[in-house]
């Protein structure tokens, strides 16, 4: 008489303490379908060998086993299918990923496109909703308090000199609003 698989195992078991497949499936989140391959020995329609481990583990637990027993079995199943030639469940391994010329050039183009767009983004939320900045108009104003004298000799120097009187306020800075005005009469009725 050969030994029992892990799955004929785990549902004699399951079967004698009267648990219904349904609720080890709730109680292990492990689906119904999964639970019946497990039972029938069936490892072709599960996902790699490290979650079918996870799985008999959890069943093993759920239903009150050791399960580190039930995994013992599950190395016996896999040693003699592995003998008789048929199938294991596929171990995950690390590989290594080529990512070759062309790869690498629709990166580039991509990230390049990218900043690409948002130089324009950024143009474009600059233009259209920066704030405003008042400009200021610079301009020499002249004063109605220039006077300019003509040259003239001054009575005690002995040498010939030029007077030059002027009164000249500074640069008038005139903002936007102040260019459409008109001009306001002083205390003596001379517009400004």
Do not use: C, W
């Amino acid at each position: 008489m050969s030994k029992e698989t892990v799955g004929e195992y785990l549902k004699k078991e399951r079967q004698l303490r009267q648990i219904s497949i349904q609720e080890v499936a709730d109680g292990t989140k492990i689906s119904i379908s999964r639970l019946r391959l497990i039972e029938e020995n069936k490892f072709d329609g599960l996902p790699a060998e490290v979650f079918v481990r996870g799985f008999i583990r959890n069943y093993a637990e759920y239903i009150g086993l050791d399960p580190e027993e039930a995994i013992m079995r599950l190395e016996e199943d896999l040693k003699g299918q592995a003998v008789s030639g048929a199938k294991q469940p596929e171990m995950v391994t690390a590989t290594s990923i080529d990512v070759g010329n062309r790869d690498a050039g629709r990166f580039l183009g991509i990230a390049i496109g990218i900043i690409l767009l948002l130089l324009v983004a950024a143009g474009l939320y600059y233009f259209f909703f920066s704030p405003k900045v008042n400009t200021f108009i610079l301009s020499p104003v002249p004063s109605s308090n220039m006077t300019v004298e003509a040259p003239r000799q001054v009575e005690g120097s002995s040498n010939d000199s030029v007077t030059l009187k002027k009164h000249v306020s500074g640069p008038k800075i005139l903002l936007e609003q102040e260019t459409n005005t008109t001009a306001i009469p002083d205390a003596d009725g001379k517009g400004r």
